[in-house]
């Protein structure tokens, strides 16, 4: 099974031309997965997979079994799961393992500063080095229980990483689910993220996570600006997103001011 995460880093006290309607504040998001790429590069390419396979599913549901037997799944289903583009393959055999020892990536390009890049966090320390790839036990809460566990005892380092475009032909832009190579562009350290020893799943600071805090790719500044059309979509499919889990919750989204308003 696939087994994709999800890294969210909030920069607190960032100055510069905000891109969200009505963000006054001082506040940076970066959003990233463990996944160099997006299984479909465009808006375009994943709405016609998506009318795609809808009318399968429809076409399917209407056939009904002539016996009390389990029903085997539609020809035309398997044949559309067989011709997923190799992209979205590659997603479906991301493997199961400890989170802690993953490598995140931005996967769509953003602006920097003057110039264009993809940016990852990389595991740095052999606290998390060693982790990499290792197995997760079975069970719903496997990966917080690893993580728990972890951060008990032992601190964290990872790396933060700039990969600039040099060649367009080769590094699109709207196209997001293109690799750029290393060999025209490798991945440079820009930064050091240390994660001390601590309680990440306190019952305040799940509170905080549910109900208080939210992230958006484009709460960001201009120089950062997301590009291509799969991130162009993601600014109100994360307000939309965001709106309805703090109205649903009854809570205001705050933004924090200092890293002292994190709970213990």
């Given at each position: 099974?696939?087994?994709?995460?999800?890294?969210?880093?909030?920069?607190?006290?960032?100055?510069?031309?905000?891109?969200?309607?009505?963000?006054?504040?001082?506040?940076?998001?970066?959003?990233?997965v463990?996944?160099?790429v997006?299984?479909?590069g465009?808006?375009?390419?994943?709405?016609?997979?998506?009318?795609?396979?809808?009318?399968?599913?429809?076409?399917?549901?209407?056939?009904?079994?002539a016996?009390?037997?389990?029903?085997?799944?539609?020809?035309?289903?398997?044949?559309?799961?067989?011709?997923?583009?190799?992209?979205?393959r590659?997603?479906?055999?991301?493997?199961?393992?400890?989170?802690?020892?993953?490598?995140?990536?931005?996967?769509?390009?953003?602006?920097?500063?003057?110039?264009?890049?993809?940016?990852?966090?990389?595991?740095?320390?052999?606290?998390?080095?060693?982790?990499?790839?290792?197995?997760?036990?079975?069970?719903?809460?496997?990966?917080?229980?690893?993580?728990?566990?972890f951060?008990?005892?032992?601190s964290?380092?990872?790396?933060?990483?700039?990969?600039?475009?040099?060649?367009?032909?080769e590094?699109?832009?709207?196209?997001?689910?293109?690799?750029?190579p290393e060999?025209?562009s490798?991945?440079?350290?820009?930064?050091?993220l240390?994660?001390?020893?601590?309680d990440?799943?306190?019952?305040?600071?799940?509170?905080?996570a549910?109900?208080?805090?939210?992230?958006?790719?484009?709460?960001?500044?201009e120089e950062?600006?997301?590009?291509g059309?799969?991130?162009?979509?993601?600014?109100?499919?994360?307000?939309?997103?965001?709106?309805?889990?703090?109205?649903?919750?009854?809570?205001?989204?705050?933004?924090?001011?200092?890293?002292?308003?994190?709970?213990?």
């Open positions: 099974m696939p087994a994709l995460y999800g890294m969210a880093i909030k920069v607190l006290g960032v100055i510069g031309n905000k891109l969200l309607s009505g963000d006054e504040g001082h506040n940076q998001d970066f959003l990233l463990n996944h160099p997006m299984p479909f465009n808006v375009v390419s994943y709405w016609a997979f998506q009318q795609r396979m809808e009318k399968l599913a429809e076409s399917s549901s209407d056939v009904q079994p016996t009390t037997e389990k029903p085997s799944e539609p020809a035309g289903m398997v044949d559309a799961l067989e011709s997923l583009p190799a992209s979205l590659a997603v479906a055999a991301v493997p199961y393992s400890h989170i802690l020892g993953a490598t995140f990536h931005s996967m769509a390009a953003l602006r920097f500063g003057s110039y264009v890049a993809k940016l990852s966090v990389a595991p740095l320390s052999n606290s998390v080095r060693s982790l990499t790839g290792s197995p997760v036990p079975d069970g719903d809460s496997a990966l917080r229980d690893l993580v728990v566990d951060f008990r005892k032992d964290a380092e990872y790396e933060l990483r700039a990969q600039l475009l040099t060649d367009l032909r590094m699109p832009i709207e196209d997001a689910s293109v690799q750029w060999d025209l490798p991945h440079q350290p820009i930064a050091k240390t994660f001390p020893a601590q990440p799943y306190s019952p305040a600071r799940r509170v905080y549910d109900d208080v805090l939210s992230f958006n790719p484009w709460h960001c500044i950062h600006r997301p590009l059309s799969i991130m162009r979509i993601r600014i109100k499919a994360y307000e939309m997103s965001s709106s309805f889990r703090h109205q649903m919750n009854v809570q205001p989204r705050v933004e924090p001011k200092d890293i002292n308003e994190l709970p213990l």
